[in-house]
């Protein structure tokens, strides 16, 4: 409630005194893993919370907290998916915090690391279009990384991924706003990294947009896109 009123001070506080409250739950039963659990991702809130009130380096701290509980868990059951999954996210909460805070290079680490766990999770699980998307997603954050680097080409192989893939998933999921606003936000990130043959892009995007708003399927917190793009052309 607190995060979702700005207040994210008090968010803050909130979520420690959860944390407090699992840490005494885990100290009595440390086998619940569930409750394990619960104290990384109350910690990836507060990370959340401090990354959204500007504060990266407070985000970073919380978001390795939270780390190194997911890493242990997983490392504890290599086969276990969900565990797997948890630490892939971990790694890209903690490279946003990193980039946030000016470490381009340990930003990128993390990302490399959450795309491997990303890409390995979807090989287990084929016929699951929402691993596939979770490896676009982790490579828009590597390019972003990239890209906050200056390494423009490193970045335009990480977005031009990730729209083969949106191509494929709203290729075979036509009804699915989120794989075509997929195909949205790769062209503009492509367009973004290279701004000499942006164009083609703007225009795939800005298509894209137009139809889903036409079959009102474009949320209405993305209405800007029609506008910007419209700009960008």
Avoid at 146 to 153: E, S
Avoid at 178 to 201: C, F, M, Q, Y
Wanted: charged fraction near 30%.
């Amino acid at each position: 409630v607190h995060s979702a009123e700005g207040d994210f001070g008090a968010a803050r506080r909130a979520y420690r005194k959860g944390v407090a409250i699992r840490r005494r739950m885990v100290a009595g039963a440390p086998r619940e893993t569930q409750w394990v659990r619960g104290v990384a991702e109350l910690s990836e809130k507060i990370g959340d919370a401090a990354l959204a009130a500007g504060d990266p380096l407070k985000g970073e701290e919380a978001h390795k907290t939270a780390l190194d509980i997911m890493r242990r868990l997983s490392e504890s059951a290599p086969e276990n998916a969900l565990w797997a999954s948890d630490l892939a996210r971990s790694l890209g909460r903690i490279g946003d915090a990193r980039l946030a805070a000016g470490k381009q290079p340990e930003a990128v680490k993390a990302f490399e690391e959450s795309l491997a766990l990303r890409r390995r999770i979807a090989e287990q699980n084929e016929n699951n279009p929402g691993m596939a998307r979770g490896v676009g997603l982790a490579l828009i954050k590597l390019g972003d990384a990239h890209l906050a680097g200056g390494a423009r080409g490193w970045a335009y192989n990480a977005y031009d991924e990730s729209l083969d893939i949106a191509r494929d998933l709203s290729g075979r999921h036509r009804g699915a706003s989120a794989w075509r606003r997929g195909l949205i936000i790769s062209n503009v990130k492509l367009a973004e990294a290279a701004p000499d043959t942006a164009r083609p892009h703007y225009v795939e995007a800005l298509a894209v947009a137009q139809q889903m708003a036409a079959s009102k399927t474009l949320a209405a917190q993305d209405a800007w896109m029609l506008e910007e793009l419209e700009r960008r052309l």
